[in-house]
């Protein structure tokens, strides 16, 4: 693994001349979007992109990023919030995710390690979340490898926040919100997985300790996998997943998906995960044997 760090603005880990990801924690996005770190573009080992930029359809989607659309009255996730009644309602609350501190950047062999410190605050500028985060990313083989994504957020804005999602708001089975991934849109019409079975749009809203997308490149006509792994230790798990094939790729295993968690304040709230990044189309068996690598990554 190579580290190339491009100061107050962005890491790349790259591995044999291919950029597997750049980490923009210091990212120039309009207020209206949200600002906050994200992981774009995202690459598999033979170089192709598994990850999707400020997508017209919803601009605030950016390849990997941990997305919070209600924090108490706060929009973490960009765009309009949901208001039952009201459908979506531009209102003046699209918070920030502001990067404060590198804590740890480092790369030996096989492996890399992006650490940081952040303050989440409100439209206005008020303190809302103090959080710490760590990227680690690891080699697999000459066709996989791993992202483990940890992240600890404490409350700061001198109450009890409630992390929710559109459908604890009242819309049926939209219950996004947390580490969401938008996938490239030649993806579209792709596979997913659970550990129970393959399907589509159908799948969304299940419960599970992983899912997975299959899906397949323009151009050249080759195949990648991306798998999402909840860790057994976090709030909820195994999760409700939020996933979408049918008019867009994504993965999103959703903690708030139908059940607000309220954080007291100076309380922290937790959260692990692994993506694993795979060349090629591994079948429904191949592809749990993936999720078993991206939970040993844990």
């Given at each position: 693994m190579n580290v190339d760090h491009a100061l107050d603005r962005?890491?790349?880990?790259?591995?044999?001349?291919?950029?597997?990801?750049?980490?923009?924690?210091?990212?120039?996005?309009?207020?209206?979007?949200?600002?906050?770190?994200?992981?774009?573009?995202?690459?598999?080992?033979?170089?192709?992109?598994?990850?999707?930029f400020r997508p017209h359809d919803?601009?605030?989607?950016?390849?990997?990023?941990?997305?919070?659309?209600?924090?108490?009255?706060?929009?973490?996730?960009?765009?309009?919030?949901?208001?039952?009644?009201?459908?979506?309602v531009q209102l003046d609350n699209n918070g920030s995710a502001e990067h404060r501190e590198m804590t740890d950047l480092s790369a030996t062999g096989g492996d890399a390690t992006v650490a940081h410190r952040l303050d989440w605050a409100?439209?206005?500028?008020?303190?809302?979340?103090a959080e710490t985060r760590t990227l680690h990313a690891s080699l697999v083989d000459e066709q996989t490898w791993t992202?483990?994504?940890?992240?600890?957020?404490?409350?700061?804005?001198?109450?009890?926040?409630?992390?929710?999602?559109?459908?604890?708001?009242?819309r049926e089975n939209a219950g996004y919100g947390g580490l969401f991934w938008r996938g490239p849109r030649d993806?579209?019409?792709?596979?997913?997985?659970?550990?129970?079975?393959?399907?589509?749009?159908?799948?969304?809203?299940?419960?599970?300790?992983?899912?997975?997308?299959?899906?397949?490149?323009?151009?050249?006509?080759?195949a990648s996998t991306i798998v999402m792994v909840d860790a057994r230790d976090n709030p909820r798990h195994p999760p409700q997943w939020f996933a979408r094939t049918e008019e867009f790729a994504c993965l999103n295993p959703a903690p708030f998906f139908s059940e607000e968690l309220e954080l007291a304040d100076g309380g922290t709230l937790a959260f692990r995960y692994a993506v694993v990044i795979a060349s090629g189309d591994r079948g429904d068996e191949g592809t749990a044997g993936l999720a078993e690598l991206g939970r040993a990554a844990l």
């Open positions: 962005s890491v790349t880990v790259s591995s044999g001349g291919v950029g597997l990801f750049t980490y923009v924690y210091r990212p120039d996005t309009p207020r209206l979007e949200s600002p906050k770190p994200y992981l774009h573009p995202i690459r598999t080992l033979a170089g192709d992109v598994v990850s999707l919803h601009v605030w989607h950016k390849g990997i990023a941990w997305s919070l659309p209600h924090v108490g009255e706060h929009n973490f996730w960009g765009g309009p919030t949901y208001v039952h009644g009201r459908f979506y409100s439209q206005a500028g008020d303190p809302v979340i992202l483990t994504v940890h992240t600890s957020m404490r409350n700061v804005s001198g109450e009890t926040l409630s992390f929710g999602s559109p459908t604890t708001k009242g993806f579209t019409g792709g596979t997913l997985q659970s550990p129970d079975g393959t399907g589509g749009d159908d799948l969304r809203g299940t419960r599970a300790e992983w899912f997975a997308f299959r899906g397949r490149h323009d151009g050249t006509g080759r």
